[in-house]
């Protein structure tokens, strides 16, 4: 199967701090990675998608230079949110695809549970 | 606009079966999925449509109407276990090369013995 990890599971930092989300997928090459951010009983709201060796397109109303995302290479992206505030405080998942492969499917990581106090 | 309909919530008695239906408005389809996700969980696959039709997968079901703009997700021989929320979501196409999946709220799946 496919499986995509992401790191930390749990992070809780201080406001004005910025923080790193580590995505990666370990046993297939992720041509495309999204950002997801879901906040108590709500759905996942797409916060952007990152094509390897390019720039990530965000979704309206999401700040590209609030969260930054890198996908450098093939198995890694990284969404850095800086300056966090507590209403940034939220679960953040990763999900990865292989198109390359003929399949669409989506495989999800196990989500970052962000809080800033 | 982009919009994905699904209950909010549904009961069933273990060992039953239950439909959770999902209806949806998109810009351009190209593929509906059904997943679950735990409380503090990540969503795990569960079935993916593109083609009109059922797709049966052990207990669990997937039907789709594209002319309808419409998905069931038929889950069977419940198990407490299968209590959980589930998500439809529809991959509607931005550009040719790129597109986006669109999320429903969820359903919330309460299992009763």
């Known amino acids: 199967g496919a499986v995509v990890s992401q790191h930390p599971s749990r992070v809780i930092c201080k406001s004005g701090t910025s923080v790193k989300i580590e995505c990666r997928s370990l046993?297939?090459?992720?041509?495309?990675m999204f950002w997801y951010r879901q906040f108590p009983k709500q759905s996942l709201m797409l916060m952007a998608t990152?094509?390897?060796?390019?720039?990530?397109?965000?979704e309206q109303g999401v700040e590209k230079d609030k969260f930054l995302i890198n996908h450098a290479s093939l198995t890694l992206s990284t969404l850095t949110v800086t300056s966090a505030h507590p209403e940034d405080s939220s679960f953040y998942i990763c999900?990865?695809?292989?198109?390359?492969?003929?399949?669409?499917?989506?495989?999800f990581g196990p989500g970052t549970r962000l809080t800033v106090l | 606009g982009q919009n994905i309909d699904q209950p909010t919530e549904m009961t069933a008695t273990e060992g039953a079966i239950v439909q959770i239906n999902c209806t949806y408005q998109?810009?351009?389809?190209?593929?509906l999925f059904w997943y679950q996700q735990h409380a503090g969980e990540a969503p795990t696959f569960l079935s993916y449509n593109v083609l009109d039709g059922l797709e049966e997968k052990g207990r669990f079901s997937s039907f789709l109407s594209r002319s309808k703009g419409y998905s069931y997700l038929l889950l069977k021989e419940l198990q407490m276990k299968d209590s959980a929320p589930y998500l439809c979501a529809v991959r509607a196409s931005k550009t040719a090369s790129n597109y986006q999946l669109i999320w429903g709220a969820g359903t919330k799946l309460i299992i009763k013995p």
């Open positions: 998109t810009s351009g389809f190209n593929g």
């Open positions: 046993d297939f090459q992720a041509t495309t």
């Open positions: 990152s094509n390897e060796g390019s720039k990530a397109t965000y």
């Open positions: 999900s990865a695809q292989n198109r390359d492969r003929g399949t669409d499917t989506q495989y």
